[in-house]
């Protein structure tokens, strides 16, 4: 990892560029068991100021004196502790276009480091799907150390993979959802995006490699071939999926506003987009080019199966932003189908309660008749009425004091007619006259 010749303990660079770049990756180096180096940001300060982009080049002995200082902190810590089956385990996870890096915690110490060179196939992954990746690297490598535990915690730097794990299985990526159900013997929580991981060091481990880079993601769109390959290329022409996937490849920011606004619209899916070759997906669903827009919702509704019957059969296989909204209304300004659209089915009646005795149920309003504002009350059992006149202010305290006037003699008379003998009782023409 030094960036010294072995003979010579001076770095030796070509031009600027490169020297500043081979100092930022010294850093970096550094910055991985920063947690263990006392001192490593003072010592580290003088190498610092080279990356300046308004600093001038210019190695001199102070500088060779800090570098030397720093590799000599670097080599002497951090000291691994032992493994104690009591104490909770932590991994930390981190990668990148070069490598995979984990660290095995318990109590803040280190017990282990593992890190491995992806393959060329798992260069091209989406950067959260290398993330993911990362933490399936720990696990594996880990196995002996995690197998049986009830938990094990996972930190991360990267913070869509929080969403991830809370989201069902299926809501994944192809690729994501073969990582997932990796983790499930490890019963690995929600990885926590605190700190990023301050204790990585590389090591030189042998592992077996991982067979997700064998995923076929067009094996489950109902999509052919030859469309898929018309997609590849379109999608190649479009300058807003060609961002898209560019943003996918290095990682998504952290904000919103810190987005292009060409892609702003697909934020909300972020967790769900990969890419395959050459073709994005959300899920299992293929992100149409805007080229192909009006084609997809002409065969979409080739049949004029409705709207309902549309949307099931795009959400299938298809995505773009707004595509619900779209067939929506190409569906609702078909003639055909609204010519043809099964009528709405009418409600049934629905049939009172019937009352069983004199005044138990009754009903008033209010009218108006020459003039004069009426209180008019009718009982459901006999349909017999009763009409009460209202003062000329219908205030609504006047109003109220009528109605409990009126439901208390209501209420009286339905007692009186409840103790009297059935055989006493005025028939129903009587009551209604």
Same mark, same amino acid.
């Given at each position: 990892?030094?960036?010294?010749?072995?003979?010579?303990?001076?770095?030796?660079?070509?031009?600027?560029?490169?020297?500043?770049?081979?100092?930022?990756?010294?850093?970096?180096?550094?910055?991985?068991?920063?947690?263990?180096?006392?001192?490593?940001?003072?010592?580290?300060?003088?190498?610092?100021?080279?990356?300046?982009?308004?600093?001038?080049?210019?190695?001199?002995?102070?500088?060779?004196?800090?570098?030397?200082?720093?590799?000599?902190?670097?080599?002497?810590?951090?000291?691994?502790?032992?493994?104690?089956?009591?104490?909770?385990?932590?991994?930390?996870?981190?990668?990148?276009?070069?490598?995979?890096?984990?660290?095995?915690?318990?109590?803040?110490?280190?017990?282990?480091?593992?890190?491995?060179?992806?393959?060329?196939?798992?260069?091209?992954?989406?950067?959260?799907?290398?993330?993911?990746?990362?933490?399936?690297?720990?696990?594996?490598?880990?196995?002996?150390?995690?197998?049986?535990?009830?938990?094990?915690?996972?930190?991360?730097?990267?913070?869509?993979?929080?969403?991830?794990?809370?989201?069902?299985?299926?809501?994944?990526?192809?690729?994501?959802?073969?990582?997932?159900?990796?983790?499930?013997?490890?019963?690995?929580?929600?990885?926590?995006?605190?700190?990023?991981?301050?204790?990585?060091?590389?090591?030189?481990?042998?592992?077996?490699?991982?067979?997700?880079?064998?995923?076929?993601?067009?094996?489950?769109?109902?999509?052919?071939?030859?469309?898929?390959?018309?997609?590849?290329?379109?999608?190649?022409?479009?300058?807003?999926?060609?961002?898209?996937?560019?943003?996918?490849?290095?990682?998504?920011?952290?904000?919103?506003?810190?987005? !292009? $606004? +060409? %892609?702003?619209?697909?934020?909300?899916? @972020?967790?769900?987009?990969? #890419?395959?070759?050459?073709?994005?997906?959300? =899920?299992?669903?293929?992100?149409?080019?805007?080229?192909?827009?009006?084609?997809?919702?002409?065969?979409?509704?080739?049949?004029?199966?409705?709207?309902?019957?549309?949307?099931?059969?795009?959400?299938?296989?298809?995505?773009?932003?707004?595509?619900?909204?779209?067939?929506?209304?190409?569906?609702?300004?078909?003639?055909?189908?609204?010519?043809?659209?099964?009528?709405?089915?009418? !409600? $049934? +009646? %629905?049939?009172?309660?019937?009352?069983? @005795?004199?005044?138990?149920? #009754?009903?008033?309003?209010?009218?108006?008749? =020459?003039?004069?504002?009426?209180?008019?009350?009718?009982?459901?059992?006999?349909?017999?009425?009763?009409?009460?006149?209202?003062?000329?202010?219908?205030?609504?305290?006047?109003?109220?004091?009528?109605?409990?006037?009126?439901?208390?003699?209501?209420?009286?008379?339905?007692?009186?007619?409840?103790?009297?003998?059935?055989?006493?009782?005025?028939?129903?023409?009587?009551?209604?006259?």
């Amino acid at each position: 990892m030094s960036p010294c010749s072995p003979r010579d303990a001076k770095p030796r660079w070509t031009t600027n560029v490169e020297k500043v770049k081979a100092v930022q990756r010294f850093l970096g180096f550094v910055n991985y068991p920063a947690k263990f180096v006392p001192h490593l940001a003072d010592e580290c300060e003088p190498l610092r100021r080279l990356t300046n982009k308004e600093a001038d080049w210019v190695w001199e002995k102070h500088h060779q004196d800090a570098f030397d200082r720093v590799k000599q902190l670097v080599a002497d810590y951090p000291v691994l502790c032992y493994y104690d089956v009591n104490l909770p385990v932590t991994i930390q996870c981190d990668s990148s276009q070069t490598g995979l890096r984990a660290a095995l915690l318990q109590d803040g110490q280190p017990v282990a480091f593992a890190s491995r060179t992806p393959t060329p196939t798992e260069r091209g992954y989406a950067q959260i799907e290398k993330e993911c990746l990362a933490i399936v690297f720990a696990c594996m490598q880990f196995n002996h150390y995690i197998f049986g535990r009830k938990s094990v915690s996972v930190q991360s730097d990267h913070k869509p993979l929080e969403t991830i794990f809370k989201k069902p299985l299926t809501a994944a990526l192809k690729r994501l959802k073969g990582m997932l159900l990796r983790l499930q013997k490890s019963r690995t929580p929600l990885p926590s995006t605190g700190p990023p991981a301050t204790c990585l060091r590389p090591e030189h481990e042998e592992i077996c490699r991982l067979d997700l880079e064998d995923v076929n993601a067009a094996e489950i769109p109902r999509v052919s071939n030859d469309g898929l390959k018309n997609i590849q290329c379109l999608t190649e022409a479009d300058n807003q999926l060609q961002r898209l996937k560019m943003t996918v490849l290095q990682g998504w920011p952290e904000t919103k506003q810190q987005l !292009e $606004p +060409l %892609i702003a619209e697909y934020w909300t899916y @972020r967790d769900e987009i990969g #890419v395959y070759n050459g073709v994005l997906y959300k =899920g299992d669903r293929v992100i149409i080019p805007n080229a192909l827009h009006k084609e997809m919702l002409k065969r979409i509704h080739a049949n004029h199966q409705g709207q309902q019957a549309c949307l099931r059969r795009a959400k299938d296989a298809l995505f773009w932003p707004g595509m619900s909204h779209q067939i929506v209304e190409m569906v609702s300004n078909c003639g055909l189908c609204a010519e043809y659209q099964p009528a709405r089915p009418k !409600e $049934p +009646l %629905i049939t009172p309660e019937l009352p069983t @005795r004199p005044w138990s149920i #009754v009903a008033q309003d209010l009218y108006s008749h =020459g003039g004069n504002n009426y209180l008019i009350t009718v009982g459901a059992f006999s349909g017999y009425w009763e009409v009460d006149e209202m003062p000329q202010t219908t205030r609504q305290s006047s109003i109220l004091h009528a109605l409990v006037f009126q439901t208390e003699c209501t209420q009286t008379t339905a007692h009186n007619l409840t103790a009297l003998n059935t055989q006493d009782l005025p028939t129903t023409g009587n009551l209604s006259t």
